[in-house]
């Protein structure tokens, strides 16, 4: 079993539409959960992020989850949406820094580490950041696969 976590900062735009894309691929033996560095509990995903789900016939009922040590310590892989979160929780849980990667780390970019934040934009910008969590997570999986044939 792989556990996957992704990380953002309120667990309302990004960590919950990476979860809902890796999910929806439906990989046998993958577990995928998010979660937040400063989120609240059992907030709802934004309007507009669970709208461009919706548009990409993505079902996802998300609350949210504030990080802690049970989610650090539950996954296997943890993918932050920006270089911050990755420093953030290195900080607070040392015990994961060889599990921890920015997504776009893990998949190999070079250039900026961060997935761009679309909290308080239109839903342009929300398909956007879609689009590229989309690409980020197809390169992830073909990484994983590779990672369990060596």
């Given at each position: 079993m792989?556990?996957?976590?992704?990380?953002?900062?309120?667990?309302?735009c990004?960590?919950p539409?990476a979860?809902?894309?890796?999910?929806?691929?439906?990989?046998?033996?993958?577990?995928?959960?998010?979660?937040?560095?400063?989120?609240a509990?059992g907030?709802?995903?934004?309007?507009?992020?669970?709208k461009?789900?919706?548009?990409?016939?993505?079902?996802?009922?998300?609350?949210?989850?504030?990080l802690t040590?049970?989610e650090v310590?539950?996954?296997?892989?943890?993918?932050?949406?920006?270089?911050?979160?990755?420093?953030?929780i290195?900080e607070?849980?040392?015990?994961?820094?060889?599990?921890?990667?920015?997504?776009?780390?893990?998949?190999?970019?070079?250039?900026?580490?961060?997935?761009?934040?679309?909290f308080?934009?239109?839903?342009?910008?929300?398909?956007?950041?879609?689009?590229?969590?989309?690409?980020?997570?197809?390169?992830?999986?073909?990484?994983m696969?590779?990672?369990?044939?060596?």
């Open positions: 792989q556990r996957i976590l992704f990380v953002c900062t309120g667990n309302t990004r960590s539409m979860e809902a894309i890796l999910k929806s691929k439906n990989i046998a033996g993958m577990e995928v959960k998010s979660a937040g560095i400063f989120a509990n907030t709802e995903a934004s309007p507009h992020a669970k461009v789900l919706e548009d990409n016939h993505i079902t996802h009922n998300h609350r949210s989850t504030m040590r049970q310590d539950w996954a296997d892989l943890i993918l932050t949406m920006t270089a911050a979160h990755k420093f953030a290195q607070q849980y040392p015990q994961a820094i060889e599990k921890l990667f920015t997504l776009k780390e893990f998949v190999g970019e070079t250039e900026n580490q961060d997935v761009s934040d679309p308080g934009g239109n839903l342009t910008v929300y398909q956007e950041t879609f689009q590229e969590l989309g690409t980020l997570i197809d390169k992830a999986i073909e990484k696969k590779q990672m369990e044939q060596d």
